[in-house]
């Protein structure tokens, strides 16, 4: 690349992250959570270039599954 005669460098830039799994939990079983807070919290995440959302919508203690076969894990 020439301007007026000076000579630029050009280079190439690698960025990647070092980590793939750049995110952040949001458990929202036991508190309400407006549509305009999550709308926000992925604004925010794309702006610190977080790549995943990890939303927990049902680990309350009232959620049991009944197994029949395995009692020790109900």
Request: charged share 25%; glycine share 6%; no cysteine.
């Amino acid at each position: 690349m020439v301007k007026d005669g000076n000579k630029l460098q050009t280079g190439y830039i690698k960025d990647e992250p070092i980590i793939s799994y750049r995110g952040i939990m949001i458990d929202s079983v036991r508190h309400f959570i407006g549509i305009e807070f999550i709308k926000r919290l992925i604004l925010s995440m794309t702006l610190s270039k977080l790549n995943i959302l990890h939303w927990h919508l049902s680990d309350d203690e009232a959620f049991i599954l009944d197994l029949i076969n395995h009692p020790e894990l109900s």
